[in-house]
Nanobody, 121 residues
Framework: VQLQASGGGLVQAGGSLRLSCVASGRTFSSVVMGWFRQAPGKEREFVVAWSGSSTYFADSVRGRFAISRDNTKNTVFLQMNRLKPEDTAVYYC?????????????????WGQGTLVTVSS
């Protein structure tokens, strides 16, 4: 599986961005997709995991972020609304073959290259 994340950019606080993650080599129906982020000077952290039938969000983004997919394009989207300066980070998509939602980075087998989101105050 190869993952390509895109859609990052600069946005003002309160604004929205939509990130995309295109997967090649395997369909989404058999993997768990996750988004993680790494803020400057901090460790990478969990954002959301999606299995097709279940979704789990980190407390920090629940109610503001949403995840969706387009099976025809093998793409998963992360819709980020009401962005805050603390959402500034490099966002990574990841795919896990374990079949169950998990927040553990070690459970994800493939990672995209990351896309930078900057939220100005």
């Amino acid at each position: 599986v190869q993952l390509q994340a895109s859609g990052g950019g600069l946005v003002q606080a309160g604004g929205s961005l939509r990130l995309s993650c295109v997967a090649s080599g395997r369909t989404f129906s058999s993997v768990v997709m996750g988004w993680f982020r790494q803020a400057p000077g901090k460790e990478r952290e969990f954002v959301v995991a999606w299995s097709g039938s279940s979704t789990y969000f980190a407390d920090s983004v629940r109610g503001r972020f949403a995840i969706s997919r387009d099976n025809t394009k093998n793409t998963v989207f992360l819709q980020m609304n009401r962005l805050k300066p603390e959402d500034t980070a490099v966002y990574y998509c990841a795919a896990g073959l374990g079949g169950r939602i998990t927040t553990a980075q070690a459970r994800y087998d493939y990672w995209g290259q990351g896309t930078l989101v900057t939220v100005s105050s």
